[in-house]
């Protein structure tokens, strides 16, 4: 049982380590309070600046012997990723609005553009022909799951009868919040082993600036060790977890204006036979988290007993380097993240088809909690709405771009979103495809046409069936039981009349294949299965 369990803690300690390791430590180096750093960074309301995520695939290229020149060259293409946001305006948690570009490989590089608000985000993509459009509120993104408004009432309504908080009310909340839970969670952050800090001058938005420049490095073993230590403090300070719990349920307790509106009971108030105590519940719960961290730091001990070799690999394999610049105010102003993995030794579950992993982040800030104002998200009349886009056949996706732009060449040559297919296994029960005794193959009319982004209607003048496929801008006319049929006005007779099955109208799979340009075939998984397939690219 206990290398069953062992593996989930693998994945435990990595993304604590990862999300954990950039808080610097809190204990003061050279007068620097890392304590309110690290709350004042989650207290930034607003402020302008620029960020960018680059991600570095080392590929190892014998992994991919067998694979064609075009699947080579579009790993190497994703391989290099490069994200890069400027003019990045955070007027506060709903309004941000930037300017932007997808770097792909050494050259490849697409510009985009985002204006977002409480209820609207509007992206312009180089080379779309219009902007894309999400609506955000409650019923717009419920729309995206494909489900409306369960109550029925319109979201101008919904908002209007429910208690809402203000933004300044929301941001004395979420401080407070903070300090409370920082207190016991940021208090508790033990420091790197290596770790530096000095005085240093840095431009931000082309200004001069006297900053605290703080450098850790970390290898695999390192971070392993701090975080034990940091799962080791948070069990040690049962003090400082009940304060942090009595102190949340205190803010919850003094503001219900919170549980109108999130439109729930506020548990403070109830009262009656029924009714929770109090004192139980918040005894319960730092209970119940003691009990979580208790079990952490027991799994993090047993790993280090049962998997010392993972730990050592760790530690050859992981390193991570970080530089955080903090000015006079304790904001952090400048960020650079770099992270690197190369493994060392064959992994359990195979090889990786790269032989390591860079991931460089990096971000400066400048107007920090200052008067920031995003652009306005305007959704002009032919924008297309995302989640038009997200039903969308890959062929229809490409008539959304000019196809002499750089993103229409990516999603059409490289990344070939305009690929259909559908597979049959032999072993499928609803709507299988059927060999007949004559060995010709029959599929099902309706699914195939639909799957391919057509339309199947019944004229019931004529008693005919009618096939629409967009992509190919082909109609084609069959009635039941007849092996005639009419392609785009031309008669032609197919191998086998159209037949229902089971009430499933089913039709010569070559004939319609090749009036809608699709290939076909059979492939022998085994003796027990074999597949058919209906491949085109329109």
Request: with cysteine.
């Amino acid at each position: 049982m206990r290398k069953i369990f062992a593996k989930p803690s693998k994945l435990i300690v990595l993304l604590l380590a990862f999300t954990l390791v950039f808080a610097a430590g809190c204990q003061a180096i050279s007068n620097l309070d890392f304590n309110t750093v690290l709350k004042n960074s989650l207290k930034v309301t607003s402020s302008e600046g620029k960020q960018s995520v680059e991600l570095q695939l080392l590929l190892d290229e014998a992994a991919y012997e067998g694979s064609s020149r075009e699947e080579l060259a579009l790993m190497k293409l994703v391989s290099h990723l490069k994200l890069q946001l400027d003019n990045v305006k955070a007027q506060d948690n709903s309004h941000v609005s930037f300017d932007g570009s997808l770097i792909l490989g050494d050259a490849t590089s697409i510009k985009f553009s985002l204006k977002m608000s409480d209820k609207l985000a509007v992206m312009e993509l180089e080379g779309a022909k219009q902007p894309f459009v999400l609506d955000l509120t409650s019923n717009g993104l419920l729309g995206l799951t494909g489900m409306s408004d369960l109550t029925g009432s319109t979201g101008e309504a919904s908002a209007a009868d429910a208690t809402k908080l203000d933004q300044a009310a929301l941001t004395e909340l979420g401080h407070q919040m903070i300090d409370t839970v920082g207190t016991y969670v940021i208090q508790n952050l033990p420091n790197p082993e290596r770790i530096d800090v000095k005085p240093v001058t840095e431009s931000i938005y082309g200004t001069s600036t006297s900053l605290m420049q703080v450098h850790i490095d970390m290898t695999g073993a390192e971070i392993w060790t701090w975080v034990k230590k940091y799962v080791d403090a948070l069990v040690a300070d049962r003090a400082g977890l009940d304060k942090m719990v009595a102190g949340v349920f205190e803010i919850l307790k003094t503001n219900p204006d919170v549980w109108a509106a999130a439109g729930t009971i506020n548990p403070f108030e109830e009262s009656g036979i029924d009714a929770p105590d109090q004192a139980q519940v918040l005894k319960e719960t730092t209970d119940g988290i003691a009990l979580l961290l208790t079990e952490l730091q027991g799994e993090l001990n047993q790993l280090a007993e049962d998997d010392k070799e993972m730990i050592d690999g760790l530690s050859k394999a992981l390193t991570i380097k970080a530089d955080v610049y903090v000015d006079s105010k304790l904001d952090i102003r400048k960020q650079a993240y770099e992270l690197t993995y190369v493994p060392v030794a064959e992994l359990e579950y195979g090889v990786l088809p790269f032989k390591g992993i860079t991931l460089k982040v990096e971000s400066e800030s400048w107007n920090v909690n200052g008067t920031v104002k995003a652009e306005v998200p305007v959704a002009s009349e032919n924008a297309v709405p995302i989640d038009k886009l997200f039903n969308m056949q890959g062929y229809q996706v490409l008539k959304q771009f000019n196809e002499n732009s750089t993103l229409y060449d990516l999603l059409k040559n490289k990344l070939h979103i305009n690929k259909q297919n559908i597979t049959w296994y032999s072993y499928q029960y609803y709507n299988p495809a059927i060999v007949t005794a004559g060995n010709i193959t029959i599929i099902p009319l309706r699914d195939t046409v639909e799957q391919l982004g057509g339309k199947l209607t019944y004229d019931k003048n004529t008693k005919s069936l009618k096939v629409f496929d967009e992509a190919t801008n082909t109609t084609i006319l069959l009635k039941n039981g007849s092996d005639a049929a009419v392609v785009n006005g031309k008669n032609v007779k197919w191998s086998f009349p159209v037949t229902v099955i089971d009430g499933v109208t089913y039709v010569p799979a070559r004939n319609l294949a090749s009036a809608l340009k699709a290939k076909i075939g059979w492939s022998v998984i085994s003796d027990e299965m074999r597949i058919f397939t209906l491949d085109r690219e329109v």
